[in-house]
């Protein structure tokens, strides 16, 4: 079983930065690619970003792209989601989620690729 527990988001002015951050635990963190997802009131939940087991390769949502980037820190079991520009539109329940993978190059873009969630950190952004 892997654990994740995200922290990190708030209330921020359209135009500011937010830096989530999700733990792991449970197993081994560099076997475990990540991914991010989000949730807005009335919507289905959409991928934000995504990150291979060893941090080789990253994906975005085009929404995102150039605004947002997600790294981790292996010794630290941690992933991060840097949030830069924040737009009203970005407003959402953040979720971190893990896959238990052996490519280094693999991430997901789609939720049901991942088995692991955590519970999620509300951001809001107003304008």
């Known amino acids: 079983q892997v654990q994740l527990v995200e922290s990190g988001g708030g209330l921020v002015q359209a135009g500011g930065s937010l830096r989530l951050s999700c733990a792991a635990s449970?197993?081994?963190?560099?076997?475990?690619?990540m991914g991010w997802f989000r949730q807005a009131p009335g919507k289905e939940r959409e991928f934000v970003a995504a990150?291979?087991?060893?941090?080789?390769?990253?994906g975005y949502a085009d929404s995102v792209k150039g605004r947002f980037t997600t790294s981790r820190d292996n010794a630290k079991n941690t992933v991060y989601l840097q949030m830069n520009s924040l737009k009203p539109e970005d407003t959402a329940v953040y979720y971190c989620?893990?896959?238990?993978?052996?490519?280094?190059?693999?991430?997901?873009?789609?939720?049901?690729?991942?088995?692991?969630w955590g519970q999620g950190t509300q951001v809001t952004v107003s304008s």
């Open positions: 989620a893990g896959a238990i993978v052996g490519s280094n190059n693999w991430y997901g873009i789609v939720s049901g690729s991942y088995g692991y």
């Open positions: 449970g197993r081994t963190f560099s076997n475990i690619a």
């Open positions: 990150i291979s087991r060893k941090g080789v390769t990253t």
